[in-house]
């Protein structure tokens, strides 16, 4: 475990219950980024979900993503909660630079865009739409074919579920989604949970 996670559990023990508890809530929710080699986490915050304010929350997601190494956006954000996405930014430009330029035309997209932009321009889209735009699950570690079968942009067959839509051939979707179970029970673990 890296020495950064040793010092913030050593930390979280001095905190407010309700603090602790959110930032132990946290590192579970991004497990998949920080062990499982996943490009980002979305997390939905209710106001309603905690004594702590959305704003509070936001700052501390804020503060615990840069002292991790990880970068975090807004994407959108409405009297009932925030939606935000942890991401880490190298793995989502490595996974942006293996689209093909016609996947990302189809998407309306620029081919070589970068993490911060392609986020920004979710952003955008979601605010324009009111509603979440479906590639934002490349950037959540999706495989490139699952998100282009549920947008519907090449005829997919669909072929299950794994905490997403799974289209054609589920191998490598299971084991992503295999990655991404066990990088949470290491957190877990790591909690001594």
Excluded at 105 to 120: C, D, S, V
Excluded at 138 to 164: I, Q
């Amino acid at each position: 475990m890296k020495p950064v996670y040793e010092t913030w559990k050593s930390r979280i023990a001095r905190l407010p219950t309700a603090e602790a508890d959110f930032e132990r809530w946290l590192f579970v929710k991004i497990a998949g980024v920080l062990f499982g080699r996943k490009g980002g986490e979305l997390l939905v915050l209710r106001c309603e979900q905690s004594t702590l304010s959305c704003q509070q929350r936001l700052r501390q997601i804020a503060g615990l993503a840069n002292s991790w190494q990880f970068s975090c956006l807004m994407l959108n954000q409405n009297r009932h909660g925030a939606k935000v996405i942890v991401y880490d930014r190298a793995r989502v430009r490595q996974m942006l630079s293996r689209i093909p330029t016609k996947v990302f035309h189809r998407m309306g997209y620029q081919p070589g865009i970068g993490a911060r932009a392609f986020l920004g321009e979710i952003k955008r889209r979601w605010e324009q739409t009111g509603r979440i735009p479906h590639e934002v699950g490349l950037a959540l570690g999706y495989p490139l074919k699952d998100v282009v079968g549920f947008m519907g942009l090449y005829p997919l067959r669909y072929s299950g579920g794994c905490g997403w839509r799974i289209y054609g051939n589920p191998n490598r979707s299971l084991r992503r989604s295999r990655q991404f179970q066990q990088a949470r029970e290491q957190a877990l673990r790591f909690l001594d949970y």
